[in-house]
C-alpha cells in the first residue's frame, strides 16, 4: 500500500492551513484512488496545540465535545506515553488501541484529535516541553503512523504556526507538503523563509546530525513542496505586483523556482468560511475541488 503523507505548513497563522486540511480530506477521499478500485481513504491528524480542527471533527462527527474525549482517544496519549516510555519505562512495549484512537468523520474519512483538555489541560504546546531533540523523540510520531497508515491512501496532517519539535518530527515523516498563503507583501516573504527552514530540518537530522544515518533510513527521503496556492484572494483586488515579487523571491531564495506555485486560486468566500466551521465543504464554491483536482495530478 503506497501510503501519501502531507504536510500543511506555514509559520503564518491564518492563512487557511485548517481550512485546506478540511476541505481536501472531503475532497480526496471523494476522489478515486490511484492504488485501488474504490475511492481514496484519507487519515486526518492535527498536530496543532490550538486543536482548533480537532474540535470541528469531534463535535460534527457526532463525538460529543473535545472536552469530554477521553485521555486514550487522543495524539496527546500517544505523545505522553511514548515520552515516559523513552525516559522511565524503555521495556514496555506500548500498543495503541485503534478503535480509541481512529474516528470516522461522516462515513467520509478518518481522523484523530489532539486535545486542549488532555489530562487538565496538557495540550501538545506542553507535552512538547517534555521532548528531547534528538531522533528517539522524533521517531515517537512515524513510529505509531507506521502501526496504521496500511489501509491509507492519504494522511493530511494540519500543523501549528510553529517549529517545534512535534512539527518538525511531522514534516520529517510527510512525503510531501504544501503551503497555503496569503497574497501580501509580508506573508510571501514568510513562505520565502518557511520554505529554507524547513527544509533545513531535513538537512540537519537527516544528513548533517551524527546521527543522519539512522534518521534517513527511518524517515526515508526529503519531504517534497508539491505547491504553494494563494488563499484568500479577493475578486476586485490587483494582486500582479505582489505576485511578481513572491515569484522572483522563489526562484532567487529557493531551490523550487517559481513553478511550484499551483494555478488554482482559492477565493475569499464567506462560503467557505462558514461551512469549513460547521465541518463541510462547501456546495456552490467549488475552489478546493479544483485544487484537488490539480493536486492530485501532481502526486
Ligand atoms: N478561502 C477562504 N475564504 C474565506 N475564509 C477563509 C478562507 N480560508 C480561510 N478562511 C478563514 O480564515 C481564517 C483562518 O483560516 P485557518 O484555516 O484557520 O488558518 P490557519 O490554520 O492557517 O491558521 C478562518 O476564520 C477561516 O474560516
Ligand atoms: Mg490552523
Redesign the pocket.
Known amino acids: 500500500m503506497d501510503t501519501k503523507i502531507i504536510f500543511?505548513g506555514?509559520y503564518?497563522?491564518?492563512?487557511?492551513?485548517?481550512?485546506?486540511?478540511?476541505n481536501f480530506a472531503e475532497y480526496f477521499s471523494c476522489h478515486a484512488s490511484k492504488n485501488h478500485s474504490g475511492k481514496n481513504r484519507v487519515l486526518v491528524l492535527d498536530v496543532?496545540p490550538q486543536s482548533?480542527?480537532s474540535e470541528i471533527l469531534v463535535t460534527k462527527g457526532g463525538y460529543g465535545e473535545l472536552s469530554e474525549l477521553e485521555a486514550c482517544e487522543t495524539l496527546n496519549y500517544v505523545f505522553d506515553l511514548c515520552i515516559l516510555k523513552i525516559k522511565k519505562y524503555n521495556d514496555i512495549e506500548l500498543k495503541f488501541d485503534k478503535d480509541c484512537l481512529i474516528k470516522k468523520y461522516k462515513n467520509l474519512y478518518d481522523f484523530v484529535p489532539s486535545s486542549l483538555f488532555y489530562r487538565n489541560n496538557v495540550g501538545l504546546d506542553t507535552i512538547v516541553i517534555d521532548m528531547e531533540d534528538n531522533i528517539q523523540y522524533l521517531c515517537i510520531l512515524k513510529s505509531w503512523v507506521d502501526t496504521i497508515r496500511e489501509g491509507y491512501d492519504y494522511i493530511f496532517i494540519?500543523c501549528?504556526?510553529t517549529n517545534n519539535l512535534i512539527t518538525r518530527s511531522a514534516f520529517l515523516m510527510s512525503d510531501y507538503y504544501i503551503i497555503?498563503t496569503i497574497l501580501d507583501g509580508l506573508s510571501t516573504n514568510g513562505v520565502v523563509h518557511y520554505i529554507n527552514t524547513i527544509e533545513e530540518t531535513y538537512k540537519k537530522y537527516c544528513e548533517e546530525d551524527e546521527d543522519a544515518l539512522i534518521a534517513k533510513h527511518f524517515f526515508g527521503e526529503k519531504p517534497q513542496l508539491l505547491g504553494v496556492f494563494y488563499?484568500?484572494?479577493r475578486g476586485q483586488v490587483n494582486y500582479d505586483e505582489e505576485k511578481e515579487d513572491f515569484e522572483a523571491a522563489l526562484d532567487k531564495y529557493t531551490s523550487y523556482g517559481r513553478e511550484v506555485i499551483l494555478d488554482t486560486l482559492?477565493?475569499?468566500?464567506?462560503?467557505?468560511?462558514?461551512e469549513?466551521?460547521d465541518g463541510n465543504v462547501s456546495i456552490k464554491k467549488k475552489?478546493?475541488k479544483w485544487l484537488t483536482e490539480e493536486i492530485i495530478k501532481k502526486i
Open positions: 500543511f506555514n503564518k497563522g491564518g492563512v487557511g492551513k485548517t481550512t485546506s486540511v478540511l496543532d482548533s480542527l494540519d501549528p504556526p497555503p488563499n484568500l484572494i482559492i477565493n475569499n468566500l464567506i462560503d467557505i468560511a462558514r469549513t466551521k475552489d478546493f
